[in-house]
């Protein structure tokens, strides 16, 4: 597998994935996905270790740092996402960003508000922030196996009819992705695209 390098400048959608959507209905036989972008690879700790270059333990400082909710992190994070989003050329008309919430109402507030904020300013989109609220629960921790959506409440006012570019920093198994944007479009969005800062890898490289 090819390593992304990584600086401060990077401000392009490097991975380019797809979602399997769920069937709807019995009489829907076609696959569909929902596209997804990531500007980083993502190598954790619990996996990958302290033995790594400097590039990816950058790219961890940055997700930290994202994470923690530090000001600058998610003024860069906004900046690099925006401009990222506006390199794909797609019509950002009737357009909203969301997130996924965080296992703490605290965490999610201090992580995506200002987020939401800034990316829909920069862009010219609605402010979603408040389309899903998620009650306070364990950690996944990367499960794919774990129920999100019996912790979460969607306000549907926010995102009817609109695309909703949904966000998270890291994207691991997609059960979370699946969850929210499956429920997204059963409540009314008219598509749901995935968007997120950087994409785990899962199989473990030699980095001697």
């Keep these: 597998m090819e390593q992304l390098t990584y600086n401060k400048k990077i401000s392009d959608f490097r991975i380019h994935f797809q979602q399997f959507k769920s069937i709807s209905s019995v009489l829907e036989f076609k696959f569909t996905y929902y596209d997804c972008y990531a500007i980083h690879d993502y190598y954790p700790k619990s996996r990958f270790g302290y033995d790594v270059d400097q590039e990816i333990q950058s790219v961890r400082s940055l997700v930290y740092a994202f994470k923690e909710g530090e000001p600058k992190a998610i003024d860069y994070v906004s900046k690099i996402i925006s401009t990222a989003l506006k390199k794909l050329n797609i019509d950002l008309k009737d357009t909203c960003i969301a997130v996924i919430p965080s296992s703490e109402p605290e965490k999610t507030e201090k992580r995506f508000k200002l987020f939401c904020q800034n990316v829909s300013c920069i862009l010219g989109i609605n402010d979603g922030y408040g389309s899903i609220f998620g009650a306070k629960r364990e950690p996944t921790k990367g499960s794919s196996q774990k129920d999100l959506l019996s912790h979460f409440t969607f306000f549907n006012k926010t995102y009817m009819g609109l695309n909703v570019l949904l966000f998270d920093d890291v994207y691991t198994t997609g059960s979370s992705f699946k969850q929210v944007a499956d429920r997204l479009i059963e409540t009314g969005a008219q ?18």
């Design 191 to 208: 598509n749901v695209i995935g968007i997120f800062l950087a994409k785990t890898i899962r199989a473990c490289l030699n980095f001697a």
